[in-house]
């Protein structure tokens, strides 16, 4: 599976932003999909997973009520909606691909294949 992230972007705090991942291969709608964000000088966080069939959905407690995880297998597609953003959002978001299951994996050993990462910037 190949992973290709987009949508980042400066904004303002409040503001709005809805980031893809796009991926390639048949293996996508049997994939657990996550996002992850890495601000600079500290570790890779998870922030939010969804299960191959969408059937089960999972955010980190800071996103919870403003971010919405959601897939298109159709279009071999993850999205994240992400509201309300706030400065302390800004990070290099990464989308990924993981083993299928109804538990939605947070660390970044559990996934297997990586996007290149889209930046998103929120002011203040």
């Known amino acids: 599976v190949q992973l290709q992230a987009s949508g980042g972007g400066l904004v303002q705090a409040g503001g709005s932003l809805r980031l893809s991942c796009a991926a390639s291969?048949?293996?996508?709608?049997?994939?657990?999909m996550g996002w992850f964000r890495q601000a600079p000088r500290k570790e890779r966080e998870f922030v939010s997973g969804?299960?191959?069939?969408?059937?089960?959905?999972y955010y980190t407690d800071s996103v919870k009520g403003r971010f919405t995880i959601s897939r298109d297998n159709a279009k071999n597609t993850v999205y994240l909606q992400m509201k309300s953003l706030k400065p302390e959002d800004t990070s290099v978001y990464y989308c990924?691909?993981?083993?299928?299951?109804?538990?939605?994996?947070?660390?970044?050993?559990?996934?297997?294949?990586w996007g290149q990462g889209t930046q998103v910037t929120v002011s203040s």
């Open positions: 969804i299960s191959w069939n969408g059937g089960s959905t």
């Open positions: 291969g048949r293996s996508f709608s049997v994939s657990n």
């Open positions: 990924a691909a993981g083993p299928p299951s109804l538990r939605i994996g947070v660390l970044p050993y559990e996934y297997d294949y």
